[in-house]
T-cell receptor, first 112, second 112 residues
Framework: SQQGEEDPQALSIQEGENATMNCSYKTSINNLQWYRQNSGRGLVHLILIRSNEREKHSGRLRVTLDTSKKSSSLLITASRAADTASYFC????????????FGQGTRLTINP | DAGITQSPRHKVTETGTPVTLRCHQTENHRYMYWYRQDPGHGLRLIHYSYGVKDTDKGEVSDGYSVSRSKTEDFLLTLESATSSQTSVYFCAGTGSEDTEAFFGQGTRLTVV
């Protein structure tokens, strides 16, 4: 079974608004990563947060991690049409070789 | 895609035939992965490699085998293709634990 579960499955907002996506997972992790996938393309890494970190920023992205609740959130501020994509969280809970386990993703649509 | 190339990009094959997908990387990634992506399932790990000739199973490995005879190439073989293996296949690589993964552009495989 998959480790990560994203919520919501789909999100549609107006350009300029903030978008928040959530990810829950089941077991202790080493790190949690967020990826973006444009339609028909490969995945692109956005941000990695380690289990001992609580918050990370990268440009308009803010990721939080709550290990006690086994959850993470991705906030995209001041959304743009180009942010339209699917967003996936991936967790690494392995010992040794990193094995990323992905959730089902959130489909984000930014309306102009 | 940070130097990860998948071939072929598209393939149609008949049920029962063997199929090999190739992943070639130029970044000296130590770890390499094969995922399949299906609607409603996100990405699921098929097999991964943690070094030349070192491979292990992922969550959906039945019906698939892999080989890695050199760092640059990671091959995924469907021994006898079935319609349930119709999917988009992604290869990924990473240099070490606790780091981001880089993805290829994907291979769309249709088994008829």
């Amino acid at each position: 079974s998959q480790q990560g579960e994203e919520d919501p499955q789909a999100l549609s907002i107006q350009e300029g608004e903030n978008a928040t996506m959530n990810c829950s997972y089941k077991t202790s992790i080493n790190n949690l990563q967020w990826y973006r996938q444009n339609s028909g393309r490969g995945l692109v890494h956005l941000i990695l947060i380690r289990s001992n970190e609580r918050e990370k920023h990268s440009g308009r992205l803010r990721v939080t991690l709550d290990t006690s609740k086994k959850s993470s959130s991705l906030l995209i501020t001041a959304s743009r049409a180009a942010d339209t994509a699917s967003y996936f969280c991936a967790t690494d809970a392995s010992q040794g070789a990193q094995k990323l386990v992905f959730g089902q993703g959130t489909r984000l649509t930014i309306n102009p | 895609d940070a130097g990860i190339t998948q071939s072929p990009r598209h393939k149609v094959t008949e049920t029962g035939t063997p199929v090999t997908l190739r992943c070639h990387q130029t970044e000296n990634h130590r770890y390499m992965y094969w995922y399949r992506q299906d609607p409603g399932h996100g990405l699921r790990l098929i097999h991964y490699s943690y070094g030349v000739k070192d491979t292990d199973k992922g969550e959906v490995s039945d019906g698939y085998s892999v080989s890695r005879s050199k760092t640059e190439d990671f091959l995924l073989t469907l021994e006898s293709a079935t319609s349930s293996q119709t999917s988009v296949y992604f290869c990924a690589g990473t240099g070490s634990e606790d780091t981001e993964a880089f993805f290829g552009q994907g291979t769309r495989l249709t088994v008829v």
